[in-house]
């Protein structure tokens, strides 16, 4: 299957690697750069990252905004924070009690074995991944969001906006591990933190307002690439 001379990929076949390059610049002359992670302060955005686990991010802010009212989006007040207070504090996001330990914990940790958050983040990204996919509730995808969005780490995320439009749009398998496609995506780019930032930034965007369950084809900036749109939605040309 070929959309407009451009190879898809069937199975384990990944795309070729100039693709990621080509529709990043494809999303970004739609969606222009997208500043993002919300937040202020990278103890901020670490503990974000935590908290917007299986929740919206509206939710995430409630808690964020109760912490911020207490003076507590610190790595160290968390740390030593009473677990009941934290919990009531945390409690929008959803899933507090657990969400209140594990931030707790990883808090604890953080201050336990580097004693701050900074002295945390000067581990080398590979090493860095590796010591926050060692704490207990933080996977994957978390983790790559904090060494990126909080660390500045070449760390690129995967979500299941990302898994979905590279399915629809290349044919990579829906089945594919998380891992293998971040190893294709930081391998076609190369190490840079700015890109990967700013990809996952278009991939959440097009996902939200193009690419849902039940995609949105007509007007989307990748519909004339999207073996999808032409194979099923037989939309052609967008
Ligand atoms: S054209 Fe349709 S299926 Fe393809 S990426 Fe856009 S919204 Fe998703």
């Given at each position: 299957?070929s959309?407009?001379g451009k190879p898809a990929c ?5 795309p070729g ?222």
């Amino acid at each position: 299957m070929s959309v407009k001379g451009k190879p898809a990929c069937h199975g384990d076949e990944m795309p070729g690697s100039g693709e990621p390059l080509f529709l990043y610049r494809l999303l970004r002359s739609r969606f222009g750069f997208l500043d993002w992670w919300p937040g202020d302060t990278k103890e901020e955005v670490f503990v974000g990252a935590i908290l917007t686990q299986q929740t919206s991010w509206k939710n995430v802010e409630k808690a964020i905004s109760n912490l911020k009212g207490c003076d507590a989006v610190s790595i160290e007040k968390i740390a030593s924070m009473d677990l009941h207070r934290l919990e009531q504090l945390v409690r929008p996001s959803g899933y507090y009690r657990q969400k209140a330990m594990r931030l707790k914990q990883a808090c604890s940790y953080i201050i336990n074995s580097y004693g701050s958050l900074d002295s945390f983040f000067r581990l080398g990204g590979s090493e860095l991944r590796l010591k926050l996919l060692s704490i207990k509730g933080i996977g994957p995808e978390t983790a790559d969001s904090i060494a990126l969005y909080a660390a500045g780490k070449p760390s690129f995320v995967i979500d299941a906006y990302t898994k979905r439009i590279m399915h629809r749009i290349y044919g990579t398998s829906e089945g594919i591990s998380y891992e293998e496609l971040k190893a294709y995506f930081e391998r076609s780019l190369g190490e840079d933190a700015e890109l990967y930032n700013d990809f996952h930034a278009q991939f959440v965007e097009l996902g939200k307002r193009y690419c849902r369950a039940k995609p949105l084809c007509s007007g989307c900036p990748a519909c004339h690439i999207c073996a999808y749109a032409k194979n099923v939605q037989n939309i052609n040309p967008c």
